[in-house]
């Protein structure tokens, strides 16, 4: 039986390939450092991001969240 986290990251690798996943100008957080920044380029299985203050992140698909903004 497979646990939650492979299951969650399969249904993102899915949902990216079918470009249903983030997209560039996304608001994500990295859940590993805490860092907030938009989606400048993604990958098979990242995304390259910018924070406010200018400075890029790498972050794996399955360690981002979107941040709603309102």
Request: positive net charge; hydrophobic residues 35%.
């Amino acid at each position: 039986m497979k646990d939650f986290k492979k299951l969650r990251e399969q249904a993102i690798r899915q949902q990216h390939r079918y470009k249903e996943g983030f997209a560039v100008g996304d608001t994500v957080m990295s859940a590993l450092t805490g860092e907030k920044g938009t989606i400048h380029r993604t990958g098979v299985n990242y995304a390259i991001c910018i924070t406010e203050g200018g400075d890029m992140f790498r972050a794996w698909l399955k360690d981002i969240r979107t941040i709603n903004r309102s």
